[in-house]
């Protein structure tokens, strides 16, 4: 008998909801055991594979215990409050109008400048307004076919192209990786799978807005991208304007490879609910994000703008196996309010010569907390191993936080690693002279703030950098009095 | 005529301490007037300067300071600027990461919008840029740098007036522009605000040297000396504190404040 009451309770409620009742609900009722993952499996018609992987990480979950090393503080969470199915998507609850919508969400719309249509999507209006979008969908999966390149939801993923899914899942991340991504694996609901073949350059920058109004993706999505050899490919995630979101746990799980001279280039702007200015609410924001680069010359870049979230606590990282391979990690992370931004990367270097950058800019303004936290890891195989970090924190008001982990273990001595780091504090000389030469307070602090982030801003595709730099500003209105 | 600038009894007090530092001026600048307010080290220059701008951290406790006969105290800084008033600062301001030219850009269309003209796109700016670059002799490649990073005294100075070109304010005071300048860059900087004078635009030049006034020549020279402007009189004025020294005001100033009982 195990001594965890937790436990006790799962295991001897293992079958408390009947299988066969609950199958005729779409909605599986809140909590988590074996059944539940059965029938999230079964709903989606999975092969036994996948089934089983499920079950092979579900009760690994269950040996595991919730990390508490991020310098974040919440509320212990209640896994089996959470319901873990749900399709379709009850409009029950969901505003019928924009007139019913958070005005201040609104305003975020308007000075962001998303267009009205995508306005009533984002907030989750209840409206049949995916018709365009579906369109736009589908000519834009045909263009991909036509070189060959796979991109779909990862439930249409595991039906379609099963080997590939068996292939790579997990094989970044495995499903014994950490807690969250841990208890992903046993429960995802939905997510994107992108294979480009070899050779072939995608041509043009992947993003999940084109598909994500197809499937609602829930709070546990998975992303798997693979390049095979040669190939190329910019996957864009995330939106700018804020998404109605009523799941306050996100635990998704991002894993890439690239095999040989093979080229990702991920970028996320993630801009999700960030509570109010009491810090209310908000989304937490727990992500595994990593990235194998696994052949020769092969090279996996992450950018992130993080804005949003009430906690955000995410590492995207690479596995630098091929030898001269590259690793790249550019971020900004914005905590405002009483945000806590615990975020970071690893770069593991295994092959030879490898090499890895680390641009790391943490703003904290209101009682924003943000921590950078990095390893640099040099294994023994890795001969003339690089690594370059720079982390720059930013510091806006005299309420707010910022502190800086980075953590560097080296086995190889011809390896060279630079570290860079700084902290400002914008000063009321910046702001001074800027509003002196006729700009308001915060348009003053939105600039001064898109100068500090800039070296990560321009790893963006150009229409994202656009919408980043206002994100930005946006996120920090009424940071200065 | 009617005047720019109208300082009355002006009091100022460091807003932490409560520490006077300007106790009573009377300024009045009028359309196309240079004047230059001289005085040594502590006499309350800069925080006149800054005063007028509208940097927090002062409280005017008397007094009063119009505008265009409009009440300048109450209006925040960035609508003083927008208004017309121009501050080269005397340590002008690094900030990285934003292109200086692109810097200039949002200000000068920040001061077009309130004044009801359209704003500038990015070709009419830059021609704008490239004639007024060329009044301050400046670098075409400190244009693209980021503000004032990295930029030699010199350079940071020419930059303050680049500013003050493009931004072609009603009344612009210069905080010891002089400071930290070599006779060349002297000379450059003084260039390009010489050629700002007109008939329509203030100047108000704060120095401690009389020697920028050879190149800038002021029609007015108050000097400043214990929170108050003590002396005031033609560009003379300055040559004879040349010659004397801050010395023979003080003297001055403290025998006439302590008459002989």
């Not at chain 1, 804020?242 to 702007?269: C, F, G, M, W």
């Not at chain 2, 009377?26 to 005063?51: C, F, Q």
């Not at chain 2, 005397?90 to 077009?112: C, D, H, M, W």
């Not at chain 2, 493009?166 to 005071?173: E, K, N, Q, S």
């Amino acid at each position: 008998m195990s001594s965890n009451p937790l436990l006790d309770e799962l295991t001897t409620r293992e079958y408390a909801h009947g299988f066969v009742t609950a199958i005729e609900s779409d909605v599986i009722p809140a909590g988590l055991n074996e059944d539940v993952i059965r029938l999230i499996s079964k709903k989606k018609n999975e092969p036994p594979f996948m089934l089983e992987w499920r079950l092979k990480a579900y009760r690994h979950w269950l040996t595991m215990e919730e990390p508490t090393w991020a310098k974040v503080h919440y509320p212990p969470i209640d896994y089996q409050k959470i319901i873990y199915y749900s399709a379709p998507k009850s409009a029950e609850g969901a505003p019928r109008s924009l007139a019913e919508v958070d005005p201040e969400l609104l305003a975020m719309y308007e000075k962001l400048g998303v267009p009205l249509k995508e306005r009533e999507i984002l907030a989750g209006v209840a409206v049949d307004a995916v018709i365009d979008s579906v369109s736009v969908a589908t000519t834009f999966k045909a263009k991909l076919a036509e070189v060959g390149i796979i991109f779909c939801s990862f439930s249409e993923a595991v039906l379609n192209h099963p080997d590939l899914v068996k292939k790579y899942l997990g094989t970044v991340v495995p499903y014994s990786d950490n807690f969250f991504a841990t208890l992903n694996s046993a429960v995802f609901s939905d997510g994107s799978f992108c294979w480009i073949p070899k050779g072939v350059r995608c041509p043009m920058e992947l993003s999940t807005y084109f598909r994500i109004n197809q499937a609602d993706t829930g709070q546990f999505e998975r992303t798997l991208i693979v390049a095979e050899e040669g190939a190329f490919v910019s996957y864009l995630e995330g939106c700018t304007a804020p998404k109605r979101d009523t799941n306050q746990l996100h635990a998704a799980v991002v894993e890439l490879i690239a095999l040989d001279n093979a080229q990702i280039k991920y970028s996320t702007v993630q801009n999700w609910y960030p509570g109010d200015k009491q810090g209310r609410g908000g989304i937490y924001n727990f992500v595994t994000k990593r990235g194998k680069c696994l052949g020769k010359r092969s090279r996996i870049s992450w950018t992130q703008v993080e804005t949003g979230s009430a906690i955000t606590w995410k590492y995207p990282s690479c596995i630098l196996m091929g030898d001269d391979s590259v690793g790249e990690f550019y971020s900004v992370a914005l905590a405002n309010n009483y945000q806590q931004a615990d975020t970071g990367t690893k770069m593991i270097h295994i092959g030879k010569r490898t090499k890895s950058t680390i641009v790391s800019k943490g703003i904290s303004a209101g009682h924003g907390e943000n921590t950078y936290r990095g390893a640099v890891k040099i294994l023994k195989s890795a001969d003339g191993a690089r690594n370059y970090s720079q982390c720059d924190s930013l510091l806006i008001g005299d309420q707010c936080a910022a502190h800086t982990f980075p953590y560097i273990e080296v086995k190889n001595s011809s390896a060279t690693l630079e570290h860079e780091a700084s902290t400002s504090k914008i000063g009321e000389d910046q702001l001074f002279y800027c509003m002196q030469r006729g700009l308001s307070a915060e348009d003053a602090v939105s600039m001064i703030v898109n100068g500090f982030a800039k070296r990560v801003i321009r790893e963006l595709p150009m229409e994202f950098a656009v919408e980043a730099q206002k994100l930005l500003g946006v996120s920090l209105e009424g940071a200065v009095g | 005529m009617k005047s720019l600038l109208e300082i009355h009894d002006l009091h100022v007090a460091i807003e932490e301490d409560g520490h006077e530092i300007l106790k009573g001026i009377d300024l009045t600048i009028r359309p196309g007037e240079v004047h230059a307010v001289m005085g040594p080290n502590g006499s309350g220059k800069s925080t006149l300067a800054y005063v007028l701008a509208g940097r927090p951290g002062y409280v005017v406790t008397k007094g009063s300071v119009l505008f265009e006969g409009r009440n300048l105290l109450e209006m925040p800084p960035e609508a003083r600027a927008r208004e017309g008033i121009f501050l080269a600062f005397q340590y002008p301001v690094e900030i990285p990461g934003v292109s200086n030219t692109a810097f200039l850009k949002t200000a000068v269309n920040a001061v077009r919008k309130h004044r009801g003209l359209p704003e500038l796109d990015a070709i009419d700016f830059l021609a704008l840029l490239d004639e007024k670059a060329k009044l301050v002799e400046m670098d075409e490649a400190l244009l693209n740098r980021s503000v004032n990073e990295g930029f030699s005294g010199g350079e940071k100075k020419r930059n303050e007036i680049l500013q003050m070109a493009v931004l072609d304010p009603r009344l612009a005071v210069l905080d010891e522009t002089d400071s930290g300048l070599d006779i060349d860059a002297l000379r450059i900087a003084a260039g390009g605000v010489n050629a700002l004078r007109n008939g329509e635009r203030g100047i108000l030049v704060i120095t401690h040297y009389q020697r920028l006034l050879n190149y800038i020549v002021p029609d007015y020279v108050h000097v400043l000396f214990g929170g108050r402007i003590v002396k005031s009189g033609d560009r003379q004025l300055a040559h004879l504190l040349e010659e004397k020294g801050y010395g023979w005001i003080e003297k001055d100033v403290v025998s006439a404040a302590a008459p002989v009982s």
